[in-house]
């Protein structure tokens, strides 16, 4: 090993291939014999001088080269000393003694690094060669330190092979350099050194095992070449040995796209930035590639600095990543082709939708949606870079029978070696399709359409690609039917508009025929009927004592027939009226309503026994006027009806069934034959005589119409002699949203 932290294979990476130089393993043993040779001239050298001259003599025999010189620069800028090979005594003296910021070889202290000059007679301090000189064509040149001072260079001029330095020279020459230095100012310490190197070895192979325990790649470099690998990298570079890996440059395993980027990485490490871990592509030497994850650290390595870097395999996880950002984009696809289908209230927009998505998420360049007609011939829908021709000569085709019950994708990678293709073989190729695929879009086992897929290339479809297709054909097919639900909705309720309006014409006919008929009842009848009353009052009045007993009986008969009749009119009008009212809402208090209502029915006959039980609190919504009736029925049926009993009773309040409220009347009447109960409620038809019990018969149907009106419905439970139960209920289906919005706005109490 040679100071400096170079490996001496490293040193020769770049110089074997020029011709008539030595071969890498050949220049490896020359220059292992020049390190034995300096060690052993530091061995028995006794003087400085001496010691640079046995130097420079071992440097020219090992690079080949015609001169060569070493010079230590003392105070004054003058050579001090000066040791040359190849020159004659007179030669060195000249040049020797020239001050060393003069020309060429002053030029060589401006920097501190190795100095290659290809062309000596164009270099601007040279003024040619004096007659004393020998022409040189090219110059190599190296900082020796010595005593810790930078104040000695080696310099080597034309190679044997008349071929200019190289890069490998440059790092031959400033290892030897640092050897030499190291032999002139430590010479005393060489068995230190032995010893300090052998303790570095040692911490070298520890340090080694205990790397090869670290499941990552570890790659140590120096100036970008690889000094050391653990056990990991050997495998993760495809290398068969550690020595097909040291002295390599790193970038050399590297995608070429990404060598820049490592380069710059590698140059900030060095400098002391923090880097965040970055991704490379690894190219085995077995032809492998590999996706890593590199983060770098500064670190020093045998007396040079280096870099650390730690790759870690993230193929699989790149690999899972890229699936779940795939998979990721199709569900988001799909999601989105789930909103369009809900919002859009035209078919088109699904249609495009579903193309953006199928082309997006598969790569396809052309793409169409097919629909079967009433005919069940397919059409074509919507189309994506399909020509006329293309479309006219396809159309109507499909690849499976009408009667298919699970028809299966037909993926065709290669058109031409489909012979169900052979027809349109050479309208495929016009077209320059290399791939396609149909799907079918089925609905409850119905084959409706297809979606076909076209390739500019040749493609290999994937099982994620046809459930992708599929699930957009399921929803293409969900949406299409749901369209079609809706085009027949419009058209029945289309239909049932024009039924509807027909109907409403023919019922506003028959509310304006009723209006006519309702004021034909009331002036058209009621003149005849004042006209027999009247003259019948005055045939009583002026000639009642005239008439014998008979005849005035038969006159209070007519007077008492034209009040029912004045009456029955009055409670026609009024049920016709009911069903045609405007209704206001407002909260009514029927506790208190009943309460009034039985208070004027006791002041009207107070001679009678009554008792009445009213629940307190029932609150209701709805028309106050019709209700007001309803319980003026309700109330003066049962006050009626319970005449003949001892002492009348009557009852209101309410229960719960069927967690719906239901209100009733209660009384102690005559009651009636349940057999009868459909009855009740249909006008005219009474279930007691006129003679027993006075009224009209209308009374019960105006109380259901109110009831009804007010969204619910009645019913009645009796017994002869039992007396009757009237049940009703109200707003079983709720307020109407018409009349909600007047609820509360005012209260009856």
Not at 317 to 338: G, I, M, S
Request: aromatic share 6%; glycine share 8%; with cysteine.
């Amino acid at each position: 090993m040679l100071p400096g932290g170079a490996t001496p294979a490293g040193l020769f990476a770049d110089g074997g291939g020029r011709e008539g130089t030595p071969s890498g393993e050949s220049r490896l043993a020359e220059l292992l014999a020049a390190s034995r040779q300096l060690v052993d001239a530091a061995g028995r050298c006794r003087s400085v001088t001496e010691m640079l001259q046995a130097g420079i003599e071992i440097l020219v025999g090992l690079l080949q080269v015609r001169y060569g010189a070493i010079g230590i620069r003392g105070g004054d800028g003058r050579f001090k000393t000066f040791v040359f090979s190849g020159l004659s005594s007179a030669q060195a003296a000249a040049i020797g003694a020239l001050p060393t910021g003069a020309g060429v070889l002053g030029a060589t202290f401006a920097e501190n690094r190795p100095v290659r000059i290809n062309h000596l007679a164009s270099h601007p301090r040279l003024a040619g060669f004096p007659a004393h000189h020998p022409v040189m064509s090219h110059l190599l040149a190296a900082p020796l330190t010595w005593m810790g001072e930078d104040n000695g260079r080696i310099y080597l001029c034309d190679r044997h092979d008349g071929q200019p330095f190289a890069a490998a020279d440059e790092l031959v020459i400033e290892n030897f350099a640092a050897s030499l230095s190291l032999a002139l100012d430590k010479m005393h310490e060489i068995e230190l050194l032995r010893h300090t190197e052998r303790q570095q070895q040692q911490g070298e192979e520890r340090f080694s095992r205990l790397l090869d325990l670290v499941p990552e790649a570890i790659v140590i470099t120096c100036d970008g070449i690889i000094d050391f690998v653990n056990t990991q990298s050997v495998k993760l570079f495809g290398a068969p040995t550690f020595r097909a890996l040291l002295g390599r440059p790193i970038a050399d395993f590297l995608d070429p796209s990404e060598r820049d980027l490592s380069r710059r990485r590698l140059r900030l490490v060095a400098a002391g930035q923090r880097l965040t871990p970055t991704r490379f592509t690894v190219c085995g030497l077995d032809g492998h590639t590999v996706q890593v994850e590199v983060n770098s650290a500064r670190i020093a390595f045998r007396g040079r600095p280096a870099i650390l870097s730690v790759a870690r395999d993230v193929t699989e996880e790149n690999h899972q990543k890229a699936q779940l950002d795939r998979q990721y984009r199709q569900l988001l696809a799909l999601h989105q082709l789930t909103e369009v289908i809900h919002r859009s209230t035209r078919s088109e927009h699904v249609f495009d939708k579903a193309l953006d998505v199928l082309c997006a998420t598969t790569g396809a360049q052309r793409a169409a949606i097919l629909l079967m007609d009433r005919r069940k011939v397919m059409r074509y829908v919507v189309w994506r870079g399909l020509s006329d021709a293309y479309r006219q000569a396809t159309e109507g085709r499909s690849p499976w029978r009408g009667k298919t019950p699970e028809p299966q994708p037909v993926l065709v990678e290669d058109p031409a070696q489909e012979p169900q293709l052979a027809a349109f073989a050479d309208l495929i190729a016009r077209e320059g399709i290399a791939s396609l695929a149909l799907f079918p879009v089925s609905h409850q086992g119905e084959l409706i359409g297809k979606l076909m897929l076209c390739f500019d290339t040749p493609h290999r479809f994937t099982e994620e690609e046809t459930r992708l297709a599929l699930t957009v054909a399921e929803q293409l097919a969900l949406a299409v039917m749901r369209q079609r639900a809706v085009d027949e909705v419009q058209r029945l309720n289309a239909e049932l508009e024009e039924r509807v309006r027909r109907r409403t014409a023919q019922l506003e006919q028959a509310n304006r025929e009723l209006e006519a008929f309702s004021y034909s009842v009331s002036h058209d009848l009621r003149a005849p009927l004042r006209a027999l009353d009247g003259f019948s009052r005055i045939l009583i009045e002026e000639y009642g004592d005239q008439l014998d007993l008979e005849a005035n009986r038969y006159l209070d008969r007519i007077i008492a027939a034209s009040a029912r009749m004045e009456r029955l009119i009055d409670d026609m009008l009024k049920l016709s009226r009911i069903g045609r009212s405007n209704m206001r809402v407002v909260t009514v208090d029927l506790s208190v309503l009943v309460a009034d209502i039985l208070d004027k029915l006791r002041e009207a006959e107070p001679q009678r026994a009554a008792d009445f039980v009213i629940e307190g609190g029932l609150t209701v919504e709805g028309d106050a006027g019709l209700l007001a009736i309803a319980m003026e029925n309700l109330l003066g049926n049962a006050w009626k009806y319970s005449r003949e009993q001892p002492q009348t009773r009557i009852q209101f309040g309410h229960a719960k069934a069927d967690r719906q409220t239901v209100y009733f009347v209660r009384d102690n009447g005559t009651g009636f034959d349940m057999s009868h109960a459909s009855r009740l409620f249909t006008p005219f038809h009474r279930l007691h005589s006129s003679t027993d019990f006075e009224g009209s018969g209308i009374g019960l149907a105006i109380v259901q119409r109110i009831i009804q009106r007010h969204g619910g419905r009645i019913w009645a439970d009796s017994r002869p002699g039992r007396g009757a139960v009237f049940h009703f209920t109200l707003w079983e289906e709720g307020v109407p949203a018409e009349l909600r919005a007047a609820v509360g706005r005012g209260s009856v109490t």
